[in-house]
């Protein structure tokens, strides 16, 4: 039998964590099993568009770390009343390695009454309601499997990170696919808080294992890769597959239509068009928005003097508009 370390923390930085997954998977050889959790959190899967999943704007104005994975599947929010779970193991292509994986949370909770089942491809749910939430990658000969157990996590925070934007795309990212979710709280015999179900599941998935805590080595390599990666607009936005974008709205001057290709999280192609009366070519603001990426600042730099080009624009009310689209 392989011989596993069981690492957990209270690092909630979601670029840290992220990084580390990638760390021990790709800079070590050995076999871990790791828990940890994010403080408010947006965490993409690695083939999504960023623009189609995440309120980006209310991700901002709430503090919320919008990172992407390096495993496949849907968009999640993660907070502290979310408890994140790490397997790195052998890779055994014989077996079913979510059902492998999740089997050790599932007889947890079983344990505490909550009725817990395997469901579908990579769910765990209760009573029909999904739960948890589990991807892979296999790299070499090992896998890493990690997956998301709702304890108490702030659903209303949950559905305003994950609404749909309302610019219309077209675009080759993997789209999420919403379930029901329920809190493993509400379903306890006795209650306890999401440090007390933590410490349990600690206790029982570290039997028999080696425990192992970050050392300064590791968390050096670790943060040179949120510095060169995991905290970089570039992988976490940028990185979002092309897509096509269109924003329209009505505001007091006519209507504003603005278009363009996303690439790498950029601007391309960029043109503005609608009913209202301009005075000089609009090819000279959406020249300037090309090559930028999407924030509030690009929009600041390009529309500063737009009621220059458009009677009765306002620059403000456009940029809000925009950000909150």
Not at 25 to 50: E, S
Request: charged share 25%; glycine share 8%; net charge neutral.
């Amino acid at each position: 039998m392989e011989k596993f370390r069981f690492i957990s923390h209270d690092n909630h930085t979601a670029s840290f964590n992220l990084a580390s997954e990638e760390y021990l998977l790709k800079q070590t050889d050995g076999y871990y099993v790791y828990l940890w959790r994010n403080a408010k959190a947006v965490i993409l899967g690695v083939n999504q568009n960023a623009f189609q999943e995440v309120n980006l704007a209310y991700a901002k104005d709430n503090g919320i770390e919008v990172i992407r994975r390096l495993t496949g599947g849907g968009a999640v929010y993660h907070d502290l009343g979310n408890i994140c779970y790490t397997v790195i193991a052998p890779f055994d292509k014989t077996e079913n390695n979510y059902v492998k994986f999740t089997k050790p949370v599932i007889e947890y909770l079983n344990d505490l009454g909550v009725p817990a089942e395997f469901s579908g491809r990579n769910d765990i749910t209760v009573d029909g309601k999904k739960i948890s939430g589990n991807a892979q990658v296999v790299f070499g000969d090992r896998i890493m499997h990690h997956g998301t157990i709702l304890f108490s996590t702030d659903f209303d925070t949950l559905s305003n990170s994950l609404i749909q934007n309302k610019l219309k795309v077209e675009s080759k990212g993997i789209k999420s696919i919403r379930a029901r979710v329920t809190n493993v709280k509400d379903f306890l015999k006795t209650p306890l808080t999401a440090d007390e179900f933590l410490e349990g599941l600690k206790d029982r998935l570290s039997k028999g294992m080696e425990k192992y805590s970050f050392t300064d080595e590791d968390n050096g390599k670790i943060n040179s890769l949120v510095a060169e990666k995991y905290g970089k607009y570039e992988w976490n936005v940028g990185y979002s597959p092309k897509g096509k974008m269109r924003f329209d709205a009505r505001f007091d001057f006519g209507t504003f239509i603005l278009t363009f290709d996303m690439i790498d999280g950029k601007f391309e192609n960029a043109e503005i068009h609608g009913d209202f009366f301009q005075t000089k070519p609009l090819n000279e603001i959406a020249d300037k928005l090309n090559g930028k990426p999407f924030n509030e600042e690009t929009f600041s730099f390009a529309f500063d003097e737009i009621d220059k080009y458009i009677i009765g624009a306002k620059k403000s009310y456009i940029i809000k508009a925009l950000i909150n689209a």
